[in-house]
């Protein structure tokens, strides 16, 4: 089960961090990822990191503004998020890929198994 924190209103340029802990049973992951999905739009791939080899990959809307991390041992990703614009507001989702399916890809159907999602939002 994963279970996401870090819900947030801020302001426009702040900086919000988001965590999600797998609670499951010693879970084999192949990566973790970030997604996102405002009103009326399709679900996007924001990050994900590979727990193999740490390495990570970005949406071009929030490649240098948001960091991904995670902590293995405590089987637990991280999204640091900062200088927040208004067309970040959404809900944000946890997601693991326990099969390897999703390789290095953000296609949200490739993850298997989901947090309940954490809403962000930001304000003028």
């Known amino acids: 089960q994963l279970v996401a924190s870090g819900v947030g209103l801020v302001q426009r340029g702040a900086s919000l961090p988001l965590s999600c802990a797998d609670s499951?049973?010693?879970?084999?992951?192949?990566?973790r990822g970030w997604f996102r999905q405002a009103p009326g739009k399709d679900r996007e791939g924001v990050s994900l990191?590979?727990?193999?080899?740490?390495?990570?990959r970005y949406a071009d809307s929030v490649k240098g503004r948001f960091t991904i991390s995670s902590d293995n041992r405590k089987n637990t990703v991280y999204l640091q998020m900062n200088t927040l614009k208004m067309e970040d507001a959404a809900v944000y989702y946890c997601?693991?890929?326990?099969?390897?399916?999703?390789?290095?890809?953000?296609?949200?159907?490739?993850?298997?198994?989901w947090g309940q999602g954490t809403q962000v939002t930001v304000s003028p």
């Open positions: 990191i590979s727990l193999s080899d740490g390495n990570t």
């Open positions: 499951g049973p010693s879970p084999d992951v192949w990566n």
């Open positions: 997601a693991a890929d326990r099969f390897g399916n999703a390789r290095t890809t953000l296609v949200p159907e490739l993850y298997d198994n």
